[in-house]
């Protein structure tokens, strides 16, 4: 009989913590691929945040360095310096990017850093037990906006992707993808690509936000959880490339090569 | 032996500068010294100041309460500064711009028309300079030669500059008798 | 060289490749130092970071990349550093910080002040950690001080601190770099680079599981008592027959040691402890004179930190007078030599 499908090789054969539904252990599944496929696992690091995707070296089969809540961005500036052949991401969730780490962030994107951030937006804190995030939707309760978000107390959910793309030539590729149907999955996996391809181009700062479900802390099942990205949040936050600066051939040639 | 001077006056006069000659004339010299500016907000206001210190022997503190010497380049510094200076010191004064003499009687003044002298030769800018001379001169405590020859490392290369600084050393040291 | 540049210097002679830093008064001469050498130096990599906070954490990458790196700051920018400093001592990496003091709490002021005494003795981040703290009191000191703070923080695996003053840095003072002897170091076999060649690993300071964390602090500890046995530097002065010991260190030990001089001359028997490391402290140098020691006088330019050390090391056996000036205030040798003859012919010396 004909494998048709395989545990991808450097996803470690550990279960992971993630509860049922959620959108991170796809997208680990996606980067692990991804590593795979494009032969990078010799030079790969992965900087994980504080927050639900804290373990995630121990699931990554390449190097992996913690980082404080929020400063991904810093440790990844002073890494992909020091080693500039490698290609190193940082992930990170919406309160890690949009909140405590929003300096981080929106500095090293300035600067054109030649990392990738794949940014988890799930408008909510996970690991802590659902609190409001900056991207929490108006009117969305979260254990810290009982009735809602509201605009007056709560200030309205952040754009970082639009707010990233305004800057200037440092900014390379900023795409926004989901990872709620087999069509959205493969999208969100070929924007990784191309944001990988982009720092290995030494092109500019690279960053994929994936709307990803949170059924635990949005009370929703998992099926819930998806039409709830598909028909509220990406009002919100809409699907597509926000902003992408690569005329270069070689990219667009990789990333469309299979 | 310890010995401590403060050079003060307002930015751009070049306080920092006199001061800085002066510290590397005596380190060529195989002195002990310390140089101290003034930093920060302090700089700010518009006024300038450092604190040199040379000795034979290890300097405890590089800060001034009661110097040997003070040279002051405008009247603000002049009032802050001719409290501070040890009975028997002397005070240095640019009367170009200040048109008093100190309030003390238990201290020695020489005034040196420092501005008036620097426009002389072509350059207001040197007064700093034309009045480290002449304090080289009383003081005795490095030798000028040491002084010009300092210059030419602080200014490595810029000949232009060199030449018009040792001019100016020159100038206000022979000022003295 | 003024005092901020001779660190500068210091750092790159030690083979430092890597600085990040946030512009903060009195240190500013250091960065600006930093980013003309390491342009010149090939790897030479200087970032201007837009906090304090990612400037630490900056130096946490460069680090766990197994470059030599340090920062440096002004006391509120240390305090906001202080997080990463925490994690770099979890995870077990070395870097340089250098702190150049100034007067606080809160924005405080710029003058010389040694009121972070706590903050970097103690560790002042959260948990159970030390960092080296060199407290140099000229700028040679500063330059030796420097360069073996990257061999002691690679050797241990742990920040070191420089803890300074405005006035040491801003002070220029003729320096040689010759003093330093690289020590051996052991190979670097944590760092991330991307695993070529060899099992994949991670850098974390997350140990979920309790015991796996104690057990993790207890190995710290045990690295720390390493270092408590290796590292300790003081420096005595006229100290033999003295009747009272000025304790003091950095900028406060300058000012001492001319004060002692002073009450030599009025033939007072007073000498100088002068501890060059704060952590670890030297204790044992402390308890020792207190057999012909019957009074330490601990001088400081804070209201009172160190004194804690002092008091810990002599365990209630000898008499301690304290004399400070905290808020950025410059003692004279004069002010404490008064201390110093009163509390002698008081005690009937
Ligand atoms: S709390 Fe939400 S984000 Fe965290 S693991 Fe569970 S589903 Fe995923």
Redesign the interface.
């Known amino acids: 009989m004909k494998k048709v499908y395989s545990r991808p090789k450097y996803l470690k054969k550990v279960p992971m913590h993630y509860c049922p539904g959620c959108g991170h252990s796809i997208v680990a599944k996606l980067i692990t691929e991804l590593v795979e496929e494009m032969d990078i696992a010799d030079r790969t690091i992965c900087i994980p945040p504080a927050g639900c995707a804290v373990l995630l070296y121990n699931y990554f089969d390449f190097d992996c360095v913690e980082s404080a809540h929020g400063r991904g961005g810093a440790i990844a500036t002073a890494m992909k310096r020091v080693l500039p052949d490698r290609v190193i991401f940082t992930y990170q969730g919406d309160g890690d990017l949009a909140a405590i780490g929003t300096a981080e962030t929106i500095h090293a994107a300035n600067r054109g850093e030649r990392f990738t951030t794949i940014f988890i937006n799930n408008a909510v804190y996970g690991m802590t037990g659902g609190q409001m995030a900056p991207t929490t939707l108006f009117n969305q309760k979260t254990t810290t906006s009982q009735f809602g978000r509201e605009m007056r107390r709560d200030g309205a959910p952040i754009k970082m992707s639009e707010m990233l793309a305004t800057l200037d030539e440092g900014v390379a590729y900023i795409e926004r993808t989901t990872v709620i149907d087999v069509p959205s999955i493969k999208k969100t996996k070929k924007a990784i690509k191309k944001a990988f391809q982009i720092q290995m181009d030494d092109i500019g700062f690279s960053l994929v936000e994936v709307l990803s479900p949170c059924p635990t802390n949005w009370k929703m099942n998992p099926l819930q959880s998806c039409k709830w990205i598909d028909e509220d949040m990406t009002k919100v936050f809409p699907l597509g490339v926000i902003k992408d600066i690569t005329e270069n051939k070689k990219v667009k040639e990789a990333v469309n090569a299979d | 032996m310890q010995i401590k001077t403060i050079f003060a006056g307002f930015g751009g006069q070049g306080v920092l500068m006199m001061g800085y000659t002066f510290a590397v004339a005596a380190m060529r010299e195989d002195k002990i010294v310390t140089y101290l500016p003034s930093y920060g907000a302090e700089v700010r206001g518009g006024t300038a100041n450092c604190t040199v210190a040379i000795s034979d022997e290890e300097i405890a503190s590089p800060i001034a309460s009661s110097p040997e010497f003070i040279v002051v380049m405008n009247k603000p510094s002049l009032h802050s500064f001719q409290n501070k200076v040890q009975t028997g010191g002397i005070l240095f004064l640019n009367s170009t711009l200040i048109d008093e003499d100190p309030s003390r009687g238990d201290i020695e003044s020489i005034a040196i028309d420092a501005g008036d002298m620097a426009e002389g030769i072509g350059d207001a800018r040197t007064a700093n300079l034309i009045m480290l001379g002449a304090f080289i001169k009383k003081t005795n405590l490095v030798n000028i030669d040491a002084a010009i020859g300092g210059l030419g490392d602080i200014f490595e290369g810029k000949k232009k500059v060199i030449e018009m600084n040792s001019n100016a050393l020159t100038i206000g040291y022979d000022s003295l008798k | 060289m003024r005092g901020n540049t001779v660190v500068g210097e210091a750092a790159i002679r030690a083979g430092c490749t ?1 600085y ?1 830093g946030y512009p903060i ?2 240190q500013n001469e250091l960065p600006e130092y930093m980013s003309r050498r390491l342009t010149e130096i090939e790897d030479g ?1 200087f ?1 201007q ?3 304090e ?3 630490i ?6 680090s ?4 030599r ?1 340090m920062t440096s700051s002004s006391s509120p920018g240390i305090s906001l550093k202080q ?2 400093i925490s ?1 770099l001592c979890g ?1 077990e990496l070395p870097a340089v910080i250098v702190n150049m003091v100034r007067g606080g709490p809160g924005l405080g002021n ?1 003058s010389p002040a040694q009121s972070d005494y706590f903050q970097s003795t103690r560790g002042g981040g959260h948990g159970d950690y030390r960092t080296v703290v060199l407290a140099p009191a000229s700028c040679q000191e500063m330059a030796d001080l420097t360069m073996e703070a990257f061999d002691i923080s690679d050797y241990y695996r742990n920040p070191v601190l420089i803890l300074a003053d ?2 040491l840095g ?5 320096v040689t770099f010759e003093n330093y002897k690289p020590r051996e170091l052991p190979k670097k076999d944590y760092i ?6 060899r099992p ?7 140990i979920l599981n309790t015991k796996d964390m104690e057990e993790h602090n207890w190995k710290l500890m045990r690295k720390y008592k390493m270092i408590t046995k290796n590292e300790i530097k003081c420096d005595e002065f006229m100290m033999d027959d003295a009747k009272i010991a000025v304790v003091a260190y950095g ?1 406060a030990a ?6 002692v ?1 002073r009450a030599r001359k009025e033939g007072l028997k007073v000498g100088l402890i002068r501890p060059i490391t704060l952590w670890p402290y030297p204790s044992e140098v402390i308890k020792k004179w207190a057999r012909s020691v019957s009074l330490f006088v601990v001088f400081e330019m804070s209201a009172g930190q160190m004194i804690e050390d002092v008091e810990l090391s002599l365990k209630g056996s000898s008499e301690v007078y304290f004399y400070g000036r905290p808020g950025g205030v ?1 003692p ?3 002010e404490l030599v008064k201390i110093i003859s009163s509390q002698y012919y008081q005690k009937g010396f």
Do not use: H, W, Y
């Open positions: 890597c990040f008064t009195p990599i970032i970071s837009e906090s906070i990612s400037a954490n900056m130096v946490l990458g460069a766990v990349a197994g470059a790196v997080e990463g994690f995870d710029i405005g006035m801003q002070m220029m003072e003729p991330i680079d991307g695993a070529k060649g994949s690993r991670f850098v974390r300071s997350l900028t300058r000012i001492a040691k001319g004060a001089k410059i004279t040798p004069m």
